[in-house]
């Protein structure tokens, strides 16, 4: 993911499960800053890497599957 992606944020701390927002930058110091869509209105918030997924808010484009050989 780029900086300026679309994305949905699930942390548990603020009881976000999937809230539009955007991707700003990845700290180095283990924060995610981004833009957070909370009740129709933006927010910008620093998250923690450590307790905050983030998705991107599109799926991949479908490509051909690849054959993994298992042993």
């Known amino acids: 993911m780029e900086a300026g ?3 949905r944020v699930y942390n548990d701390a603020l009881g976000v499960k999937g809230a539009k927002g955007r991707l700003l930058h990845v700290k180095n ?3 995610y ?3 957070l869509e909370v ?3 933006m927010f910008q918030a620093y ?3 450590s307790s905050t997924v983030i998705l991107a808010a599109e799926p991949n484009p479908e ?3 690849i054959e993994i050989e298992r042993f």
């Open 5 to 7: 992606s679309p994305i």
């Open 29 to 31: 110091e283990g924060y």
């Open 39 to 41: 009740k129709e209105r």
């Open 63 to 65: 490509t051909e599957s």
């Open 47 to 49: 998250l923690p890497v």
């Open 33 to 35: 800053e981004v833009t």
